[in-house]
């Protein structure tokens, strides 16, 4: 059974960082792709970054250049670091993790980000 948990999130002031964590079990090797999603109240969930084993990608100009995925293959842990945060960035911050061979992809119980003064 593969467990994918995500830590770091809270409220922060506007302008401010957070970096959260997303811990997967087992060999974070044997996964294809770990990224982050988020979704806000009202709103589709979107893709914010993904981290592969060929490199990262971040998703959307609204946090390209803000925000930064990276990954601590000894510790089986992928990060968000979300610098000069603002109040449209406030969402629930999902983990999913894809294994090699594609399926099933494993999220996790997301954490909650809220950017408010």
């Known amino acids: 059974q593969v467990h994918v948990v995500e830590s770091g999130g809270g409220l922060v002031q506007p302008g401010g960082s957070l970096r959260l964590s997303c811990a997967v079990s087992g060999n974070i090797g044997s996964f294809s792709a770990v990224g982050w999603y988020r979704q806000a109240p009202g709103k589709e969930r979107e893709r914010v970054a993904i981290?592969?084993?060929?490199?990262?990608?971040i998703h959307g100009d609204s946090v390209k250049d803000r925000f930064s995925i990276s990954r601590d293959n000894a510790k089986n842990t992928v990060y968000l670091q979300m610098n000069s945060l603002k109040p449209e960035d406030t969402a629930v911050y999902y983990c999913?993790?894809?294994?090699?061979?594609?399926?099933?992809?494993?999220w996790g119980q997301g954490t909650q980000v809220t950017v408010s003064s």
């Open positions: 999913n993790a894809v294994p090699i061979t594609g399926r099933p992809e494993y």
């Open positions: 981290s592969t084993h060929y490199g990262s990608i």
